[in-house]
């Protein structure tokens, strides 16, 4: 694949079939690739991930609106299914929102999410979280909603209320942007499967709902069946792959440092020829000889004759 793949149907649409969606977490073009080859019908472009993989940093606020928005385009030109992106807080108020969600929407989001916290924000399930007003927040989802040029570009509304205030709150809360015209619920970090339950009683017939399934954070591990059996109608894993890397790069560079090799890694490697496959390196390279010099002077203009086809 040489150019920008094109993209493929309606989000909308798929969140309304009865299968639940899942979108593994990504952070690069390549990591987006990889997703997508393995079947994956939406992805995840995480923050949190970002600078994690970018920085070596922890999901506190330290990354920018035009660094996610570069990451998104780089992903966008390499797969075609939907991507879902973290906005954070709209890095700002109602006028960085709408900033925000003209930037993301040209570099190709298909949907947009945004979260009630204060800056700086906090990884969802990390202690100490702040949130702004409801009513700010609403004003957050209007200029979204105004922002966005097509109304396909979805908005999904993050409530982080529950560890400040608790499920009652965040209930409210997640109502009232359900109100406003969110297309998709997110209230992060439920501590229990009652509490799943409760979510998708007081919301689940009015919005599609977003699950997000972190390895060690406070809600409890479910599959995409148990989280579906629910009534949930997305899942994301934001940080997986961010956690599978840091585990087998640690191998990695073990096994290097002790052997001064790769051998005793190479059954859990590609080799070059590989990776050229899945990175398109034959076809990049044939679609760089229609554009040499020889191939130009016999198929374009004759530069010794201008107006002169060859």
Not at 289 to 298: S, W
Not at 302 to 307: A, H, K
């Amino acid at each position: 694949m040489t150019d920008t793949p094109p993209r493929q149907g309606r989000l909308r649409d798929r969140l309304g079939a009865r299968e639940i969606l899942v979108a593994p977490g990504v952070y690069d073009g390549l990591s987006a690739l990889l997703a997508e080859g393995a079947g994956a019908e939406a992805v995840y472009l995480s923050g949190a991930s970002i600078a994690y993989t970018r920085f070596g940093r922890p999901d506190i606020g330290l990354v920018d609106m035009t660094e996610v928005a570069e990451t998104l385009a780089a992903i966008r030109e390499r797969v075609a299914c939907p991507i879902l992106v973290d906005a954070d807080t709209g890095f700002g108020n109602a006028l960085n929102v709408r900033r925000t969600v003209r930037a993301f929407e040209r570099a190709g989001a298909d949907a947009i999410q945004l979260e009630d916290q204060t800056l700086p924000k906090r990884c969802g399930h990390l202690a100490g979280k702040g949130l702004v007003s409801a009513e700010e927040m609403l004003g957050k989802i209007k200029a979204a909603q105004d922002a966005r040029h097509s109304e396909e570009t979805l908005i999904i509304a993050r409530s982080d209320a529950i560890a400040v205030e608790g499920l009652d709150a965040a209930l409210v809360r997640a109502a009232a942007y359900a109100e406003a015209g969110a297309d998709v619920i997110f209230v992060e970090a439920p501590r229990s499967r009652e509490d799943m339950e409760r979510i998708v009683a007081a919301l689940g017939k009015r919005v599609p709902l977003m699950a997000n399934m972190v390895e060690g954070g406070k809600t409890p591990p479910l599959t995409a069946a148990e989280l579906e059996a629910l009534g949930f109608d997305l899942v994301i894993f934001p940080g997986g792959l961010v956690r599978a890397f840091v585990a087998m790069a640690r191998d990695y560079f073990a096994a290097l440092l002790a052997n001064g090799s790769n051998q005793p890694f190479r059954d859990r490697m590609v080799d070059l020829e590989a990776l050229n496959v899945v990175i398109g390196t034959p076809e990049m390279l044939a679609l760089g000889q229609a554009y040499d010099a020889e191939t130009i002077q016999r198929q374009v203009i004759r530069l010794d004759r201008p107006g002169e086809k060859a």
